[in-house]
Nanobody, 124 residues
Framework: QVQLVESGGGLVQAGDSLRLSCAAS????????MGWFRQAPGKERDFVAY????????YYADSVKGRFTISKDNAKTTVYLQMNTLKPEDTAVYFC?????????????????WGQGTQVTVSS
């Protein structure tokens, strides 16, 4: 099993920055990549960003390109999401997820393990 714990969420104003962290523990060796998703109230959970553990593959949703940066530590234990120039529409619960599959996919079912989420609220 793999456990994921997100942290770093909070209440900020439009234009501010936040950095989310996702700490992975357990059998992280079975995972090949990590993703960030978000879910706004009354909406579906959407893909935000993806990184494989080698760092050779990074993808972003169009809505966050140029503002968000995903990164990882070398120990394969923590993934980060640096969020700059935040907008009210970025308000959501942010989840990290891990997949054991090598291919990049944005669908939730592709990911085997999920964290509990961290709330990000951006006021205008």
């Amino acid at each position: 099993q793999v456990q994921l714990v997100e942290s770093g969420g909070g209440l900020v104003q439009a234009g501010d920055s936040l950095r989310l962290s996702c700490a992975a523990s357990g059998r992280t060796s079975v995972t090949s990549a990590m993703g960030w998703f978000r879910q706004a109230p009354g909406k579906e959970r959407d893909f935000v960003a993806y990184i494989n553990w080698s760092g050779s593959k990074i993808y972003y949703a169009d809505s966050v390109k140029g503002r968000f940066t995903i990164s990882k530590d070398n120990a394969k234990t923590t993934v980060y999401l640096q969020m700059n120039t935040l907008k009210p529409e970025d308000t959501a619960v942010y989840f990290c997820a891990a997949t054991s599959r090598a291919l990049f996919m944005t669908t939730q079912s592709w990911y085997d393990y999920w964290g509990q989420g961290t709330q990000v609220t951006v006021s205008s």
